[in-house]
C-alpha cells in the first residue's frame, strides 16, 4: 500500500516528505536521545578506555548520532580521555574505492594537502596543529599524543602499507584499543594487519603480484618514491569479518553499546591478535576459501 502510494508522488512531492520525515526524525532524536561531551566521556571511561591508552578510532559525525557538540569537541573529547599521556589515532586514507583503483588513477600523495576520506571527523583532526600524519600513500594514518612521532615514522618503508613497521604494528605493541563510534566493525581497518599475518595459509593471494610507486610529497615538500602492493579483487570479495567479531563476541572481547542514537564498540587490538592466530591453527580464517 506504501509502495503505491510513494509510486504516485512526484519527484517534488518525494522529497517534500523525506524532508518531513528526516526533520521529525531529527527532533525526537534531539529530545530523547541527545547527549553532550560530558556523558560521552563518563560512556567511553565506562567501556574501558583509560588515561595513557593508544586508541584508534573510527568515526561518523551525523546530527542523527545525537551528540551535541561539533567535530572538534568530539575530538576533544577522544583526546581527554585518554589523556596526555595517551595517543590518539585515526585512519586518514584518501580514497573510497579500492586501493588499486585508487594507485591507478591518481600521481601524487601529498601529506600536507591531499584529504582524508574517511569521514569529517577524520578530515577536522587532519587539520589539527599538532597531529602527525604518516607518510604512506594508501594507508596513512594520523596521530596526536607523546607517541605520535614514533607511530607515524617509517611508513613510507612499509611496501605491506598495514603490516609489519607499519604504525598498525606500533598500535599492537603499545597495547592499543580501537573504538567504533557511529560505524560497523567492517570499518576495521587493522584487520589488514591479521590478513598479512596469516596471508601464506591462504589458497589465493592478498597482494597484488607487482607493487605500485607512487609520488609522494612529505611534509616539508620534499618529493619521494614509494612502492606498495595493493589489495587483489578476489581477498577483497571474499573477506568475511563477521567470523572474527563473531567469534570475538562469543570470547566476551567485544564491548557493545549505545550512548544516544550512537552505536560504540571497543576492542583490544592485542585480542584480535590472538583470535585469528587460534582460529588459524583450527583452519578458520575470516574469508571465503571455497
Not at 227 to 242: E, G, N, P
Request: with cysteine; proline share 4%.
Amino acid at each position: 500500500m506504501i509502495r503505491q502510494i510513494l509510486s504516485r508522488l512526484s519527484p517534488v512531492q518525494k522529497s517534500k516528505l523525506r524532508g518531513w520525515y528526516q526533520g521529525g526524525k531529527l527532533a525526537l532524536i534531539r529530545r530523547f536521545r541527545s547527549y553532550d561531551t560530558a556523558a560521552l566521556k563518563d560512556r567511553l571511561r565506562e567501556m574501558g578506555i583509560r588515561s595513557g591508552d593508544t586508541l584508534l578510532v573510527h568515526t561518523a559525525y551525523s546530527r542523527f548520532l545525537g551528540f551535541q557538540g561539533s567535530p572538534n569537541e568530539l575530538i576533544d573529547t577522544f583526546l581527554e580521555v585518554v589523556g596526555a599521556t595517551g595517543n590518539l589515532l585515526m585512519v586518514s586514507l584518501p580514497f573510497t574505492s579500492s586501493t588499486s583503483e585508487y594507485l591507478k588513477s591518481t600521481s601524487v600523495f601529498d601529506v600536507r594537502k591531499t584529504p582524508s576520506r574517511m569521514g569529517l571527523v577524520s578530515e577536522v583532526f587532519r587539520r589539527r596543529p599538532g597531529v602527525l600524519r604518516s607518510l604512506h600513500p594508501t594507508h596513512p594514518v594520523l596521530v596526536c599524543g607523546p607517541k605520535a612521532e614514533w607511530i607515524a615514522s617509517g611508513h613510507e618503508n612499509c611496501p605491506y602499507p598495514c603490516a609489519q613497521g607499519s604504525p598498525f604494528e606500533k598500535l599492537l605493541q603499545l597495547n592499543g584499543k580501537v573504538l567504533f563510534f557511529g560505524v560497523t566493525e567492517l570499518a576495521f581497518t587493522f584487520n589488514h594487519y591479521l590478513e598479512d599475518m596469516v596471508k601464506d595459509d591462504l589458497p589465493f593471494a592478498l597482494y597484488e603480484e607487482q607493487p605500485y610507486v607512487m609520488k609522494v610529497i612529505d611534509g616539508v615538500g620534499k618529493v619521494r618514491w614509494v612502492r606498495t602492493y595493493a589489495f587483489t579483487k578476489d581477498a577483497i570479495s571474499r573477506r568475511r569479518l563477521h567470523i572474527l567479531f563473531d567469534e570475538l563476541a562469543r570470547r566476551g572481547q567485544i564491548t557493545r553499546t549505545r550512548i544516544g542514537n550512537t552505536r560504540m564498540v571497543l576492542m583490544a587490538i592485542a585480542d584480535t591478535v590472538a583470535c585469528t592466530k587460534e582460529l588459524a591453527r583450527k583452519g578458520v580464517y575470516f574469508f571465503e576459501m571455497a
